[in-house]
């Protein structure tokens, strides 16, 4: 077994444990909120990272999937209906909008997409008869599939974890595909990619509905979690903390946008029992990480250690048999 | 019919102040390619400076509406030279920057000046209004129209008849080759971003009495902004002034006619747009 299967394993080991070595439910409940933030980061990465398109307008898709949610589940239907209408229609708003916002390609994508999550952020907003405006809806009962109730912390942790655990299998094997190459390939030589006969914007089409469908799972979590949702979700200022989980995490990696999630989420937590400015916090973070690690914390961090493992090898060099030769 | 024609003078007047915000924002974004995005911020900034200018001040309106819109223009030329200079070249992150900038000036304007909305008097003269073809028009909304025509009229001289604006020209066509002739582009960066802040802070200001000033005003106009410039095309002076005008009149009609719907209503026709024309209506095809 290599090193990398035998972390992987331990990780999760660990993680399945977290309700037994966490503190208290209050801990549990952040380890939830981690997951599901994990998730919308790896979905706002595959267009970053992995595609090269960087969107400010993806929590109006994870909002609109808590709002179906939330308004279907009022009107009396069942859990599972709700969920299966709620990815229907975010996969739906999120093939209308990549098709506007794909229209251009770079800084115009970020544009459009502000502009088309401010707009549903205004529908959220304004359409008081549908989303009771600024007070927002109430989610009543957890879905308990099979039978198991979700109530409880810890039961809503592991269904988390799981959904979480398929997420990150499926967005593995998605970016280690032939497509998720094809992907990269667009991000780098978009030109190229279409000499060598590939349909850039059929590639960058199917990766927005793949993010799409991600960040809709992650807003059905967010809403039976919370069981709430109001316009406060929708605004420009969530699009940025998941921006900045994935750029501070490192874009482009599989584990970066989680730390990042994990760091974001934590901070959040830690720094709103001191100080009510969280939103100052926010935009000091995003300038000095993008000013001092444009690169995120975990391909930084990969890079500080391979330079001191360098600068160990490079003093040893002469003690070390082949140590010079490596050099 | 009457309600439809206050609506109109209302539109317009709203079509002004956006054009004097997404002018320097259109101009920003042909020059050093990037979407501004503390633009709303700037704006609520010259508001919220002019107001307690004026009200706590006692400072005479117009006088405050100039001080602030230096100011302004001052903040912007400061987060050009310290920020965004320092990241030439790399588009994502000067975007980010100015993202998180507008976070912070969010939040520093709700600790400084409380969350509660400060309503700006209409400046003296200028109240009231003047009763034509039967239907009552304030004054200060057409006063606020002729500003924006003159600016309109002097930015236009000042791009197409001056030595300064022939050099953004060349700036905005071809950055690279503008360099290479000796056009000082790093200079123009600078000008070009004041002089945007400052037509944002301004418009802040004189918005003021109309949209009175509070903490979200910044990510009201912002997407206005940008849907202007998606609809005009960016870089045109004409793009961003017939643009203004029909996101004004779409959005005070829907708000009028649809309160529900406000924004939504804009969504149409950019997507239109989009799926047309997608270098908008005066804008040049992508290089």
Known sequence: MTARGGALIVTVAVLAA?????????????????????????????????????????????????????????????????????????????????????????????????????????????????????????????????????????????????????????????????????????????????????????????????????????????????????????????????????????????????????????????????????????????????????????????????????????????????????? | MNLYLVLAVNSITLGGLLFLLSSGFSLIFGLMRIPNLTHGSLFMLGAYLGASLAVWYRLDFWLAAILSAVLVAAFGGLIERLLLRRLAGNTLAQVLVTLGIAFMIADACLMAFTGDPITVPTPAGLVGAVRSFGVVFPIYRLVIILIAVAFAVALWLLLDRTRLGAMIRAGVDDPDMARIVGIPVPRLFTIVFCLGAALAGFAGVIGAPILSVYPGLDFDMLPLALMVVILGGTGSLLGSLIGSFIIGFLYNYGQALLPELAYFVLFLPMLVMLLVRPQGLFGRQAP
């Open chain 1, 18 to 327: 977290a309700p037994y070595w966490l503190p208290g439910s209050y801990y549990v409940n952040i380890a939830t909120q981690i997951l599901f933030y994990a998730i919308f980061a790896l979905a706002i990465d595959l267009l970053i990272g992995y595609g090269g398109l960087v969107s400010l307008g993806h929590a109006g898709l994870f909002g609109l999937a808590s709002y179906v949610i939330a308004v279907v589940v009022a009107a009396g239907w069942g859990h599972f209906a709700a969920i299966a209408l709620a990815l229907a229609v975010t996969l739906a708003a999120t093939g209308v909008f990549a098709l506007m916002a794909l229209r251009s390609i770079g800084i115009g994508f970020l544009m459009i997409t502000l502009a088309l999550g401010q707009i549903l952020w205004g529908l959220a907003y304004r359409w008081i008869s549908v989303t009771n405006g600024d007070n927002g809806l109430n989610v009543d009962t957890r879905p308990a599939p099979f039978g198991f109730s979700l109530n409880q912390a810890s039961a809503f942790y592991y269904a988390v974890l799981i959904v979480f655990l398929i997420v990150v299998a499926c967005v593995a094997v998605f970016v280690s595909s032939p497509f998720g190459a094809s992907l990269r390939g667009t991000r780098d030589q978009p030109r190229r990619m279409n000499a060598l006969g590939y349909h850039v914007c059929m590639i960058r089409f199917c990766a927005c509905l793949f993010s799409g469908l991600l960040t809709a799972i992650a807003g059905i979590l967010f809403v039976y979690y919370n069981q709430f949702i109001s316009p406060q979700t929708l605004a420009l200022t969530a699009s940025a903390e998941v921006v900045l989980m994935v750029i501070s995490g490192g874009a482009g990696t599989l584990l970066g946008p989680i730390v990042g999630a994990a760091l974001v989420v934590i901070m959040k937590n830690v720094a709103s029992a001191y100080i009510v400015r969280w939103n100052f916090l926010l935009g000091a973070i995003f300038v000095a990480i993008v000013i001092f690690m444009p690169e995120g914390l975990v391909p930084g961090t990969v890079r500080f250690m391979r330079w001191v493992r360098k600068s160990l090898a490079g003093q040893f060099a002469g003690l070390v048999p082949g140590g010079e030769a490596r050099r």
